[in-house]
């Protein structure tokens, strides 16, 4: 069964301010997918265990006023991405490549859960390996 576990969760401050530097982004929507490839210092840093990614997931407040609209959305995100990260850790895998990754719903509506699933298809698709 697959888990999200708190090792594959991004919380290190200067991760996510990398990520937002690099500029390494696309959209697959409803997503915005911002991601930077870490070296092997960086992964000790962010004490990354087995896993190929860590990953932070944003709505905005600005379209999403209240918090229990923006807090649905985000466990909709992480249901999606919990069940479809088997087919991205093979992607990084066969690449050798470790990842920080940050999604950030670009909706300015509630979106179905089928939506953000097609988007989280997407999103692994189009991945740049």
Not at 39 to 48: G, I, L
Not at 59 to 72: D, E, I, L, Q, S
Not at 88 to 102: F, N, P, Q, S, T
């Amino acid at each position: 069964m697959p888990t999200f576990t708190r090792d594959e969760r991004l919380k290190s401050r200067k991760l996510i301010g990398q990520l937002f530097r690099g500029k390494d982004a696309y959209i697959a929507y409803p997503l915005r997918v911002v991601w930077a490839p870490l070296s092997e210092a960086e992964r000790e840093a962010a004490f990354f265990s087995e896993n190929r990614a860590q990953v932070a997931i944003s709505v905005p407040k600005r379209f999403f006023k209240t918090a229990v609209a923006r807090n649905r959305l985000k466990r909709q995100i992480r249901e999606a991405y919990r069940l479809h990260k088997a087919e991205l850790y093979e992607k990084l895998a066969a690449a050798d490549r470790h990842v920080a990754l940050m999604l950030v719903l670009v909706a300015k509506e509630e979106v179905p859960y089928s939506a953000i699933a097609s988007g989280m298809e997407k999103m692994i698709r189009k991945f740049p390996v």
